[in-house]
């Protein structure tokens, strides 16, 4: 047999059995006012030498058409019980994961309906478990006592496009990271105006006498955010790098008219020197 009929022949294989391609979805729940569990899988006690994982996929959430995307957990039981959740394009709503310490020594992992008219469908991997494998998923209640630790969310999406990082929560905002970040690069591009416009011949540049005035009823620099607007509300750095510019650009200003009268002043001094000379 040649090659060329040998890769027909597998490709025609693939076809006829997309399942192994794909690991295929094994449970639905569509529109039940029921809150069954599902046992997606078990793991052996935590010792060193547990090194099975599950990965438990759910398709969907809620009835409505803004729950369309797929909640991964990814369960592990070596160094202490440990859940990470990843949710891309929307979705982790009517359901959740239970974790429950069965009598017999295993971890048994469950998904939860936790909302009335679901449309969800549930997939468990094991690895390794015969060289990996699907889980055949049960409904049946939990058995022993729930051990569920706290979840980390990995990274969550949401219906509006927005991400979160270490957070379910991303506030409104399109990027939230819970915790430190860095970059080599980054750019911050302002709707508004640079303040070039300081140094105009039309700009009214505040005295600092008024300046002083507003600091001592304030405590803090006219138009900069107080400590206590930070502390609520964070810091916008586009906007505040553009504030903080246009104090510089300000200071700038009182600088060179600052020089401009010890010139002035020293100009005349020296006027003055010269006619008492005289």
């Known amino acids: 047999m040649n090659k060329r009929i040998l890769f027909k022949l597998i490709f025609l294989i693939l076809l006829a059995f997309p399942g192994i391609t794909y690991a295929q979805y094994t449970v639905d729940n569509v529109g039940s006012t029921q809150r069954p569990f599902y046992l997606v899988g078990s793991l052996p006690p935590d010792d060193l030498g ?5 990965q438990i996929d759910v398709l ?7 729950t369309l995307g797929v909640t991964t957990y990814y369960v592990g039981n070596r160094g202490g019980l440990t859940i990470h959740q ?15 310490a069965n009598p017999n020594g ?4 469950y998904i939860i309906i936790t909302q009335d008219y679901p ?10 478990s015969n060289n990996g494998q699907l889980q055949a998923i049960v409904q049946q209640a939990p058995i022993g006592t729930d051990v569920t630790p706290v979840l980390l969310p990995v990274m969550i999406t949401d219906a509006n496009g927005n991400i979160a990082l270490n957070t379910y929560d991303s506030k409104g905002y399109k990027f939230a990271v819970n915790g430190s970040a860095i970059a080599t690069s980054m750019t911050v591009k302002l709707n508004s105006a640079w303040p070039d416009y300081v140094f105009k011949k039309d700009y009214q540049l505040p005295s600092l006498s008024d300046v002083k005035a507003y600091i001592d009823q304030n405590q803090h620099l006219p138009e900069i955010p107080s400590e206590q607007q930070i502390a609520k509300e964070g810091l916008n750095l586009g906007e505040m790098n553009k504030l903080l510019m246009k104090k510089v650009e300000e200071l700038t200003l009182y ?19 010269q006619k008492s000379k005289n």
Do not use: M, V
Not at 60 to 66: D, I, K, L, P
Not at 86 to 100: L, M, N
Not at 122 to 128: E, N, R
């Open 50 to 54: 547990n090194y099975q994982k599950l």
């Open 60 to 66: 969907g959430g809620g009835w409505g058409n803004n």
């Open 86 to 100: 990843t949710t891309q394009g929307s979705g982790a709503t009517s359901f959740g994961i239970k974790a429950y």
């Open 106 to 109: 295993n971890t048994d992992i």
């Open 119 to 128: 449309a969800i469908s549930i997939k468990s991997f094991k690895l390794p």
């Open 255 to 273: 600088l060179i008219e600052k020089d401009k009268k010890e010139k002035e002043l020293e100009t005349r001094i020296k006027s003055l020197e």
